[in-house]
């Protein structure tokens, strides 16, 4: 089976402070994904890395930044926190497409207080 | 803009009877859905998924279907269990792409 983990299931911080996301995945899967869950919003797709150093942009990557050094591990970087990043953080691994499309796994999820 | 939409933020249904969960897209290049069911305090699981080349794809008690020129899919789950009860993504990509794009989530509550 899949294993996606997140290095916290539960994290409160302040405003301003600089806050690590770590993401480790065990089926060496190429993609890897973060995602906030929020209320009425769904998933929406922050940045995604399809090799290691490589990154991309999703649909709200302001205020966050990540790093791909290994490829294993995904890390959601939030350079300066602020409240409106209050949220629950998903990381997701995955193959990438092929002859056969592959589902997306996730990890159990950080809940993130920023107060 | 929101590609994927499930208008029904939630759903009560009677142990027993089935549910019926459903969710619009809007690009027309997709050919590939799944639906992810998410209890609280969890990540998504991966439930079902199913190809534009078909139009139903069956795995015991769920059952997707897809209505491409109605840009419409569906997820049955017949009989509805109270473990069932849990929030529903659906998910949308295209072939070659990366990422997916989901919904807002419908939350199923199954009475007993």
């Known amino acids: 089976d899949v294993k996606v983990t997140q290095s916290s299931r539960y994290l409160v911080k302040r405003t301003g402070e600089k806050v690590f996301l770590e993401c480790v995945q065990d089926m060496d899967h190429e993609n890897m994904f973060w995602y906030r869950q929020d209320p009425g919003l769904g998933l929406r797709l922050i940045y995604f890395?399809?090799?290691?150093?490589?990154?991309e942009k999703g649909d709200i990557p302001e205020g966050y930044s990540v790093s791909r050094e290994k490829k294993e591990r995904f890390s959601l970087i939030l350079e300066s926190a602020s409240t409106n990043q209050t949220s629950m953080y998903l990381c997701?691994?995955?193959?990438?497409?092929?002859?056969?499309?592959?589902?997306?796994?996730f990890g159990d999820g950080t809940r993130l207080s920023i107060l | 803009d929101q590609q994927v939409k499930q208008n029904s933020p939630s759903l009560s249904v009677q142990e027993g009877r089935i549910s019926i969960l459903n969710c619009d897209y809007t690009n027309s290049m997709f050919d590939y859905f799944l639906w992810y069911k998410k209890y609280p305090a969890e990540g998504p699981t991966f439930l079902i998924s199913i190809s534009s080349i078909k139009d139903k794809n069956e795995d015991g008690r769920f059952t997707v279907f897809l209505n491409k020129s109605a840009k419409h899919l569906s997820l049955h789950i017949v009989p509805s269990q109270p473990g069932d009860s849990a929030v529903y993504f659906c998910a949308a990509s295209q072939t070659g792409a990366n990422n997916l794009f989901f919904g807002t989530g419908t939350r199923l509550t199954v009475i007993p």
């Open positions: 997701a691994s995955t193959t990438p497409w092929g002859s056969s499309n592959q589902p997306q796994h």
């Open positions: 890395s399809y090799d290691v150093k490589m990154k």
